[in-house]
């Protein structure tokens, strides 16, 4: 079993729909982020969390610390929102050891 | 553009060789990260460096791969006699080495061993 995982892996949406990714995690952690990756690899940081919910635009990310669970929702979603979203967590005494989700890839179609 | 660089963006090279990446990370990060992602997958640590001293490194990095940050500002990554599996996105991250500070990813290197 993956330390991290994500649901779904891929995503297909219709331009201003609602989308919501899922991320669980079993390990004890000191933050979680959330990454949009674009095809041509780079990645960007969208969110680090340690609790309770961030926004951000039209980006809104969540966590449940006694969950262990944390969704990212996008809402309005547009054609440019087409990456590859990762969940990532911060093992507890490391922020710098992150262990990475296998991302979810999302297609929002005009 | 995240203020990280890394050069060369593209590398293909034939099995058995040596190569060699470069990080330039945002120069007043402390903290420099390195990692692999192979298509399909999510990126994986590989070490990481806290100004000079390399701190940690994973067990996927084996003995052909080394890590150096030698003035605490940029770092190279090398793997000698690289094999078909090394074929990977490499990236880079940095952060200013505070506590629940994000990282900064560079664009990668994309390796491609023939």
């Known amino acids: 079993k993956n330390e991290v995982e994500q649901s779904p892996q891929n995503l297909t949406a219709q331009e201003g729909e609602f989308i919501t990714i899922n991320c669980s995690y079993s390990?004890?952690?000191?933050?979680l982020h959330w990454l949009q990756q674009h095809p041509g690899g780079g990645i960007v940081s969208l969110f680090m969390?340690?609790?309770g919910k961030k926004k951000h635009g039209r980006l809104i990310a969540t966590i449940n610390i006694q969950e262990k669970h944390s969704s990212l929702h996008i809402t309005a979603s547009h054609p440019r929102d087409s990456a590859v979203y990762i969940c990532?967590?911060?093992?507890?005494?490391?922020?710098?050891?992150?262990?990475f989700g296998p991302g979810t890839s999302l297609s929002v179609i005009p | 553009d995240t203020g990280v660089s890394q050069n060369p963006r593209h590398k293909i090279t034939k099995r058995g060789q040596n190569v060699t990446f470069r990080c330039d990370p945002i120069?007043?990060?402390?903290?420099l990260i390195w990692y692999r992602q192979t298509l399909g997958q999510g990126p994986e640590f590989l070490t990481y460096?806290?100004?000079?001293?390399?701190?940690?490194k994973s067990r996927l990095l084996s003995d052909r791969f080394s890590a150096e940050r030698p003035k605490g500002s940029f770092s190279t990554l090398e793997i000698q006699r690289t094999e078909q599996g090394d074929s990977a996105m490499y990236l880079c991250?940095?952060?200013?080495?505070?506590?629940?500070?994000?990282?900064?990813f560079g664009p990668g290197t994309r390796l491609l061993v023939l």
């Open positions: 120069s007043e990060h402390n903290r």
């Open positions: 460096f806290q100004n000079e001293a390399q701190l940690e």
């Open positions: 390990v004890g952690i000191s933050a």
């Open positions: 990532a967590v911060s093992l507890v005494g490391s922020y710098d050891k992150v262990i």
């Open positions: 991250a940095s952060s200013l080495g505070l506590a629940r500070e994000t990282q900064y």
């Open positions: 969390l340690s609790s």
